[in-house]
């Protein structure tokens, strides 16, 4: 059985991984306005936000941090904004930003999910369950909300919590490359890196997979030392800046050779796959 990983080497593997797929806490624990009406008022980008360089997303940022100080109770526009600041590293801001769109809008599933994630990425934990539990509800469970609980319930060192929500999602929606991901990261933490390279490949061959959840099976094949096929996998899809920048930061992770060693050498105990230890 994998021993756990120690509480600083699983925040530096948080914070590493959010960096180099530009996102919350972990891939694809997001609830989305996707089935929103949206109006003209809400700015459209040219491609997927993922995908942009870091001068893309500081104008994304800027764009519609525009359209939130026109109307700062607009729920769709809070969140975007929110999550764009996220993704910026600018933590703080984002929960100030959720605080007041979550006061204009109290009942509105999409805006507590968003301010749990924004709570989460600033270290508010609990607060963060608590938010995302009102934003729940029993008789149509949400896949997304009970992902994001797992997220939480990793930062907090409780895999096995964790796992069982990813489950519980999975049970919802099948095979949801998201939710696979978050579960595979959820092994990387506890030094389970051939259990976790079983679901990432999984959530990679699913056809919605996006671009994140290569970035983490890029991360987890390179942590066991096949640098060669992580970057091919690390560029794929990819602009060649966004590239080279993602490679470029797998590098510098790859490089804490003491860090990752301790990592590797805690994998050394075989393990079954779906195996919630």
Do not use: H
């Not at 976790?196 to 959530?203: D, H, K, N, V």
């Not at 290569?214 to 899809?237: D, M, T």
């Amino acid at each position: 059985m994998p021993v756990s990983a120690s509480t600083p080497f699983k925040k530096r593997v948080f914070q590493g991984t959010a960096a180099l797929l530009a996102m919350l806490a972990l891939s694809g624990c997001s609830t989305t306005s996707k089935d929103r009406m949206t109006t003209g008022s809400i700015p459209k980008f040219d491609r997927p936000v993922e995908q942009m360089d870091a001068g893309e997303l500081r104008a994304a940022i800027d764009r519609v941090g525009q359209a939130y100080e026109k109307n700062p109770r607009d729920p769709v526009n809070g969140v975007k904004y929110a999550n764009l600041l996220r993704m910026n590293g600018r933590d703080a801001q984002a929960l100030a930003v959720m605080q007041q769109v979550a006061i204009a809008n109290p009942g509105d599933r999409n805006v507590l999910a968003a301010y749990g994630k924004a709570q989460a990425a600033a270290g508010q934990l609990q607060q963060a369950l608590n938010t995302i539990g009102r934003a729940q509800t029993p008789d149509r469970p949400d896949w997304r909300l009970i992902s994001a609980e797992g997220a939480i319930l990793d930062q907090m060192g409780k895999p096995n919590d964790a796992r069982q929500r990813y489950r519980d999602a999975l049970d919802i929606q099948p095979n949801e490359p998201s939710v696979l991901s978050n579960l595979g990261m959820s092994y990387l933490l506890t030094g389970d890196l051939r259990t976790a390279e079983t679901y990432l490949r999984s959530a990679a061959s699913q056809p919605s997979a996006d671009s994140r959840v290569r970035q983490n099976l890029a991360l987890v094949v390179g942590l066991q030392g096949r640098f060669p096929e992580a970057e091919q996998i690390a560029r794929r899809e990819l602009s060649p800046q966004q590239a080279d920048a993602n490679v470029a930061y797998l590098r510098g992770m790859l490089s804490q050779q003491n860090s990752w060693q301790k990592l590797a050498a805690k994998d050394a105990t075989p393990s079954i796959a779906g195996n919630t230890n």
